[in-house]
């Protein structure tokens, strides 16, 4: 029995707080390019806002399948949910631009109606050990991500304020339940040889729906906003280049290929996330998030 067990998560001293900010996205205050380095960048932080509710809603179906079947360890119990409702939180708050984003003729539909169909061929044709292990590969990406949003802001540039803010608030929730899928998955799989291959196999498939999904969606939002072909370097760049978004975050990565790989061996950011909580986020979001849960279901929410 694991009945006083603290989860990987607690043990570090982090609580998974689901937040509902209340950004303010208009045309008005936001432009359609809002990123500092130009088109291409906003494409492609667009084309990511608009694979994240149906992304997130995939997360929220399998952590809950998996949630019955973890019977004596009350605390990860307790970390599912709250995982769950900060999931639902960010399709919630990226639906909101996204709507914005279609206002404007931007592909946000089909971006997000491709991503939908992919998932569903997943859901049908896997087996629901895989699919844990697509979510565990999903949330160490996303994790791995959000670490360097948190750390590194200047990423964003002289980006617009609400927007850097709303991938600043999702990158630090991301940081905060890093954990979790990988926690759930191996209580209920365990840590053998076939659930250390099933995860290996998740994390290239993964890899390999991820890298189209992200090409995908910035070609089709680049095209509404004009942009030229020539743009592709200079995403290239950011990606990839000296302090770039994903420069030096290999090894961090492809640690999930180790078979003693955990999420937390690379980097709690405790601190950081700290200061978020403490100057930058308003004990108001957590009100309303707990207020709109007691609404809604959470699943609902992703997909409204």
Known sequence: MTENKLTTTQERGITITPRMPDFSFSAEEVPANWH??????????????????????????????????????PELQKELKAF??????????????????????????????????????????????FRSAMVVSGEHFVGELGNVMISRPEVFGTTHEVMRDIWVWHGMEECEHKAVAFDAYTEVYGKGLWSYLTRVAAFFTSSALVTYAMFMSTREFLQTTEGESREWRQLMRYLYGKGGLMSGRAG?????????????????????????????????????????????????????
């Open 36 to 73: 500092s380095e130009g088109a291409i960048i906003s494409a492609f932080w667009n084309g990511l806002s608009c694979t994240t509710p149906a992304l997130e809603a995939f997360f929220i179906r399998d952590m809950r399948r998996l949630e019955p079947l973890i019977t004596d360890f």
């Open 84 to 129: 769950v409702h900060q999931e639902a939180c960010h399709a919630a708050t990226h639906r909101r631009w996204n709507r914005l984003l279609a206002d404007w003729g931007g592909p946000e539909e089909r971006v997000e109606n491709r991503t939908k169909k992919a998932l569903n061929f997943i859901e049908r044709w896997t087996t629901s050990r």
């Open 252 to 304: 961090a990565f492809l640690a999930i290929l180790k078979p003693s790989f955990h999420p937390w061996d690379y980097g709690s950011n405790k601190e950081v996330l700290d200061k978020y909580s403490n100057e930058i986020f308003d004990p108001a979001w957590e009100e309303k998030a707990a207020r709109k849960l007691n609404r809604t279901d959470a699943i609902a929410m992703a997909q409204k």
